[in-house]
Structures are given as C-alpha cells and as structure tokens.
C-alpha cells in the first residue's frame, strides 16, 4: 500500500539515507503512485498505469534520467517529476526487441 511505501521510506530515511524513493509500480490499481521522502517533505507522484507486460529498464531509466536532471541543476522534487514522467513516455513507446520476450524502453 501507499501507506506502506511511506513507512518503509521513513524507515530508510532514520537508517541514514537523505531522500529515499520508494516505486509504487507492483500495487494493484488504474494508476502507479511512487513516493520520494526528502527530509520531511513527501512528494507523491501518481500517473495512469500503462498496460505493458514484461517490461525491462524502468528503475535504471527511472534513476538515470533523475541523475542528469540533478546534475542539470534541477530541485530533487523537481528532477523526480520529470524522470517519472520521462519513464511513462517510454513506458508508452516501449518494444520488443530481439528474442527475449520483453519490453525495452527506448
């Protein structure tokens, strides 16, 4: 749950992380909500879910784009904003490619 998303956010925050986003793709739903806890601040972002199956890339995709909009000078709020919605156009476009029988985002 959303609930649990944040607790486990929390948890990692006390642990000694300074921001910690927590992906909300595995829970049921029309739509995926994901988390970032910064400092005290959560944002939460929700899109519609995008029907694909068997799809490879998404967290690494998710965290690249984060990083360069970060080294753009972008907030962290504002880098997660973009990233998410970056990986739902990908999302959107995604193929198949080779043999492998999953999605890539390209």
Known sequence: SVADMRTAAEVLRAAGAQAV???GARLEGPRVTDLL?????VTALHIPRIN???VHG???VLATK???ELALGASLPDAF???KEYVAQKLASSMMIGH???RCLV
């Not at 806890?37 to 601040?41: A, E």
């Open 21 to 23: 986003l927590v992906k």
């Open 37 to 41: 806890l910064d400092g005290d601040t």
């Open 100 to 102: 492998g029988g999953a």
């Open 52 to 54: 694909v199956t068997d």
């Open 81 to 83: 904003r973009r990233a």
């Open 58 to 60: 998404q967290g690494c």
């Open 66 to 68: 984060l990083a360069s």
